[in-house]
């Protein structure tokens, strides 16, 4: 089992920063690969990116994203982040981290991801 924190959402300006991160305990955290999904408003939830349990390797949904947007890890602090900039109001959205079942990325669906988190909002605006 493997229990998941998400923090450092909030309010921020269109062209602003902000960086979430996703604690995890429960069990070996370097065993999973991990994603960040959002969900706005009357929308389904959709992948924004992921990286593989080494921390080596990430996939992020499309070039626009990949452009601002930066996943990595910190295995040793049981830490998965998601550096956001040049924000939108279209990112508004309640960000998840999930584990994924493997160690490889990419891993794009949200059925082959085994654990989530309650989520952290979002806000971007004027």
């Known amino acids: 089992q493997v229990q998941l924190r998400e923090s450092g959402g909030g309010l921020v300006q269109p062209g602003g920063s902000l960086k979430l991160s996703c604690v995890a305990s429960?069990?070996?955290?370097?065993?999973?690969?991990m994603g960040w999904f959002r969900q706005a408003p009357g929308k389904e939830r959709e992948f924004v990116a992921c990286?593989?349990?080494?921390?080596?390797?990430?996939?992020y949904a499309e070039e626009s994203l990949k452009a601002r947007f930066t996943v990595s890890r910190d295995n040793g602090k049981n830490t998965l982040f998601l550096q956001m900039n040049s924000l939108k109001p279209e990112d508004t959205a309640v960000y998840f981290c999930?584990?994924?079942?493997?160690?490889?990325?990419?891993?794009?669906?949200?059925?082959?991801?085994?654990?989530w988190g309650q989520g952290t909002q979002v806000t971007v605006s004027s």
């Open positions: 990286i593989s349990a080494n921390g080596l390797s990430e996939f």
């Open positions: 429960g069990r070996n955290f370097a065993d999973n690969a």
């Open positions: 999930a584990a994924a079942a493997v160690q490889t990325v990419p891993v794009t669906r949200a059925a082959e991801y085994i654990y």
